[in-house]
Every structure is written in structure tokens, then in C-alpha cells.
């Protein structure tokens, strides 16, 4: 798992000099902050300075491997000019951010590789330029290690069949590895041949799939906690609960903010092993997830002196939520998403069923010329019952929801259909109808879970689009 198939011999030589040059250090300096908490409000940036590499397009498949695939538009400047390096701003995938990063490397080339001169009698040697691609995992956390099949395409401006790339399965990055790729991928020539527009900009696809983030560290007293884990822009730990048979998950930032978290734990000493199999649960910064009881023989395993109490967390997903009291008639309710933008929802009873009204306000705030991605879904929550509770919520059809938003003056809202009849809602001890905080007609509590959002360069259909429709043709 550590050397994989497509590297070719060159790639840590030619990552050493990347790594190690000015450009990568602007590259991977961010890998090295720590995770600050979040402004009042994300302002949303458009794409500019040093970034080539634009994020143009994103799609989940929603396949059983979770792929997502991304499409970069690269400017000319990745081969008119070498003294730039070539990056993408981060983005995130499986909770994870990551960004894309371009190497160039010379190669000299042999008699036996230029065969055919027509001057025999003098040095065969010729300079080619490769241009090298990478994935660069912005984490690094000690003990943290990620895996991810990743797959990148040139995507050729002629014909599908003529795409260049390599993949690779369940590639490893850590903090030694923060990233992975090819450092000779194709000729700097072919690339502005074959894949280059007119402008000098082509595209490159990036395919990922089965992305996982494993913990691993020991636990002896008096050490009784795990070291912060940063995921989905929460920091977390593992602790060691205070009769020392049970372990439990503690997020430790994020504030107020409740999200629902998908994890797993295992321990082993010695020759005993416990697993918990897949766990979930809604929590905050001061709400731990309950505990996973193990047994007696967790306790004497961290209270030894030898190797310890060995511990693994597997974070599978971590979504915020937000829970808005809508009233069945009166003005809208706000809410918030991850990145702090503004959010309205308003009940529509105009119809036999109710209906809510989905509203940004703050779609002003999306920068000229580029999409806002949001995806989530949405839940009914019943009043005879824990909140937190999927058994006590109903999900509105057609979840998961998902929209492009352009900068507009404003949005004129997205409408989400329930399974309340407005017969039900207007009965007497409807389970889905909450006591209003004034009384009133009574308010329905909506569960929203944050999901995808990406920022996208360019707002309307553009020439780009064409490349991969004719591929779409070409293919059937």
C-alpha cells in the first residue's frame, strides 16, 4: 500500500524537489495551521492570485463507493510559464480537504531513446519536460492516516478514447505523505497539443472514492485521553471513561454547533481485541457521544506499564445540523449553515399538503461569476420523543436536496414537499405539530443536515461544458 503501481521511479526525487522548492512550500504551508473557530460568517472567495487550477465542477454518484468527481479547468500558465507553481484552492472531499498540485521535471533522453538523429556522431541527449500531478491531503495530524482511490484524467479536446491518467487504490496519506501522485505524467508538449485549448487551458478530472480517516494511538495512564483529531472542521477525542471500561467520543470545538457523527472504535491489548462495529450519534462541544462499553480488561490494559491500551477511531462522516421552529403560519424562521450564510424556511399552506419554502439570504454574498453548490436534507420531528432521535423524525421526500445558487438580488427559494397533510396539521394532538412559544396555530420542527458545498468557477453554461457532452456523445 505504500508504493503503488503507477509510480513511476522518479516520483520521490521529483516530489523531493517539489516539496522542497518555493512554490511547494506555498503549497502545503496551510497543511501546518492549525483549525482556528469559524468567523461569524465564511466570506466566500472567489478564485484568484497564485490559483490555475480552477474547481469548475463537482458530482457525488452516490454510488456504493461514495464518488465524488472533480473538474478542473487549468489555465495556460501551467505550461507558458515555469516560474509559477500551479495549484488548486482546497476542497473538500469525505471531510477532508485536499487540493491539487502541478510539478513539472526534465528528463534527459538517451542515444537508445533518440534513435533516428540525424547526427550520429554527436551526443544524443535532448531535454523533455514532463508535467507531474498530485493529490495533496491539507491534514497531517500524528497518528492520522487517510485512505482514498483517486483516479486523474486529461480529458482530451478531440476524443474520449485519447484521455490520459492513472489511478490508484487505497493510497495512503499521512504526515509524512501529504501527497500522492505522478511526477512524469505527460510531455509539457503533448499537453498543449493534444488537451490544450486555443486559450492554453485544459481540464483534468479527478475521480474519487472509498475515502477513509483512521486514528490510531495508545492509551496508559495517566494519559486518559487521545490527542485532538481534526475532521469536518471539528476537532476530536477519544477518552477513557472514569471506571476505565468504556471509551467515548468527545468533540472538543465547534461551540454550540450540533452535528451528527458517523464513527467507529476499536481496542486491543495484548491478545484481547473489541470492536464497536458503526455508532452514531448528535452532539456538541459539551455533549460527549455515549459511551462504549468494553469490559474490565480495558481498565488494567491502560493502567500497564507496558505497551498499553492500543486504540483506533475510524470518523466516517460528521454533518452539521441545524433544528428550525417553522410556524404553520406567521413570518419565516432563520437558520445557518456550515459556513454561518443565512437561511430562511416558511411554511406554505396553500395546498392539500404542507409545504416549506427553502430561501438563501444570503445568496448576495456568492462571488460574481462563480456557483454556490449546497447540498442537504430535512427531517419532520414528531413531539412525543428525543429530538435527536431518527426513529422520532420523518424525512421529507426527495431527500437529499441540492441547488446551484449564482449572486442574485435575491433567491426565489426552493420548495421542499412533507408528508403532513394539511388535514393532519389542523387536527387536534398532531404528533408533528409543536405548542408554539406564543401559542398561536402551533410550529413544525424542521431538521436540516448540511451536506456538500462547493464553491464553482463559472456561473452560466460555458465552452468548457462542450468537452465533456462531446465525450458524453462520443461514448454511446
Not at 458545498?453 to 453554461?461: H, I, M, S, V
Request: glycine fraction near 8%; proline fraction near 4%.
Amino acid at each position: 500500500m505504500e508504493l503503488l503501481p503507477f509510480y513511476d521511479e522518479s516520483f520521490v526525487d521529483n516530489f523531493s524537489r517539489f516539496e522542497n522548492s518555493k512554490s511547494s512550500r506555498r503549497v502545503f504551508r496551510s497543511s501546518r495551521r492549525g483549525s482556528p473557530e469559524a468567523p461569524a460568517r465564511t466570506e466566500l472567495r472567489a478564485w484568484g492570485g497564485g490559483r490555475m487550477a480552477l474547481l469548475y465542477r463537482a458530482t457525488r454518484l452516490r454510488d456504493r463507493a461514495d464518488t465524488h468527481v472533480f473538474v478542473f479547468v487549468v489555465t495556460r500558465s501551467a505550461t507558458r510559464d515555469p516560474d509559477r507553481d500551479v495549484t488548486s484552492k482546497d476542497f473538500c472531499c469525505a471531510h477532508q480537504r485536499w487540493a491539487v498540485a502541478f510539478s513539472r521535471h526534465d528528463d534527459a533522453l538517451g542515444e537508445s531513446e533518440t534513435r533516428g538523429n540525424r547526427f550520429p556522431m554527436s551526443p544524443a541527449i535532448t531535454i523533455a519536460v514532463r508535467a507531474g500531478v498530485y493529490l495533496v491531503w491539507r491534514g497531517g495530524g500524528e497518528g492520522v492516516r487517510v485512505y482514498a482511490d483517486f483516479a486523474f484524467t486529461l480529458l482530451s479536446r478531440d476524443h474520449f478514447s485519447a484521455n490520459e491518467g492513472f489511478s490508484g487504490e487505497q493510497v495512503r496519506f499521512s504526515a509524512g505523505r501529504l501527497a500522492q501522485g505522478r511526477g512524469r505524467c505527460v510531455p509539457l508538449r503533448e499537453l498543449s497539443t493534444r488537451f490544450a485549448d486555443s486559450r492554453g487551458e485544459f481540464q483534468l478530472e479527478l475521480a474519487m472514492s472509498r475515502v477513509r480517516t483512521l486514528y490510531s494511538c495508545e492509551l496508559r495512564a495517566p494519559r486518559l485521553e487521545s490527542a485532538p483529531v481534526a475532521f469536518a472542521g471539528y476537532d476530536w477525542a477519544v477518552a477513557l471513561s472514569a471506571n476505565g471500561e468504556a471509551l467515548r467520543l468527545v468533540r472538543l470545538s465547534g461551540g454550540s454547533a450540533r452535528c451528527r457523527a458517523r464513527y467507529a472504535l476499536a481496542a486491543a491489548a495484548g491478545d484481547r481485541r473489541a470492536h464497536s462495529g458503526p455508532l452514531e450519534h448528535v452532539c456538541d462541544a459539551e455533549d460527549s457521544a455515549p459511551a462504549w462499553t468494553v469490559g474490565r480488561w480495558l481498565a488494567s490494559a491502560a493502567a500497564a506499564r507496558g505497551s498499553g491500551l492500543r486504540l483506533t477511531l475510524e470518523l466516517v462522516w460528521a454533518r452539521a445540523l441545524a433544528e428550525v421552529r417553522v410556524p404553520l403560519a406567521g413570518s419565516a424562521a432563520a437558520c445557518y449553515d456550515r459556513d454561518r450564510q443565512a437561511w430562511a424556511l416558511r411554511c406554505d399552506t396553500h395546498s392539500d399538503s404542507v409545504r416549506l419554502h427553502m430561501l438563501y439570504r444570503d445568496v448576495h454574498h456568492v462571488p460574481r461569476n462563480h456557483l454556490r453548490y449546497v447540498s442537504w436534507s430535512a427531517w419532520l420531528v414528531s413531539d412525543t420523543g428525543n429530538t435527536d432521535s431518527t426513529e422520532d423524525a420523518v424525512p421529507l421526500p426527495g431527500a437529499p436536496f441540492s441547488h446551484y445558487y449564482a449572486q442574485e438580488n435575491a433567491d426565489e427559494g426552493l420548495m421542499m414537499e412533507t408528508p403532513l397533510s394539511m388535514r393532519e396539521a389542523s387536527a387536534p394532538g398532531c404528533r408533528f405539530v409543536h405548542t408554539g412559544a406564543t401559542g398561536g396555530s402551533g410550529e413544525l420542527l424542521v431538521r436540516l443536515e448540511w451536506s456538500e458545498c462547493y464553491l464553482l468557477f463559472q456561473a452560466t453554461y460555458h465552452i468548457y461544458d462542450d468537452l465533456c457532452r462531446r465525450h458524453g456523445h462520443q461514448m454511446r
